[in-house]
């Protein structure tokens, strides 16, 4: 099961576990560093045009599959595909015993970004682990990278 991540920032260990409301991730821009944006699910938002009281896609995850779909919440956000960049990703054995899984350079995790006006959340896109039948307990994040574009 995917227990969270780890990355730095000045130097300094950040470690954050799915399932943390206020926490924010680095996701990689176009011009080589990062900018924090808050993980998944957050504090609802008044959406000023129509005066609606609105909330986020509950969680911090969203399978591949789910991105796909042609409708659906997920669709209803424009989603866009991003990089997070985090040196590592921690998931738990068939025994429970937590495991890091060091990203290579030149690697990151596939994140969603959700925008609306001027809100933003980044959920983590999981995927099956290869050789797993689909489970609650068998998803991860997808590693990308520029060599291969996913692993």
Known sequence: MFLGVEYQIDGKPVRVATGMLGMSLPVATRGGGFRLIPMGQGEPFVDQSPGLFQGWP???TVTLEMLGKPT???Q???SR???IAVACFFDTDDLGY??????KPGEWLQGALLEKK???RVYFVIVPQRGTAPSDDSWWPRVVSAANRTQ
């Open 98 to 103: 937590s495991r890091r899984h060091n990203l």
């Open 76 to 78: 209803k956000w424009r």
């Open 118 to 120: 001027t809100f933003e």
């Open 81 to 83: 595909p991003v990089k």
């Open 58 to 60: 509950p969680g911090d």
């Open 72 to 74: 659906g919440l997920w």
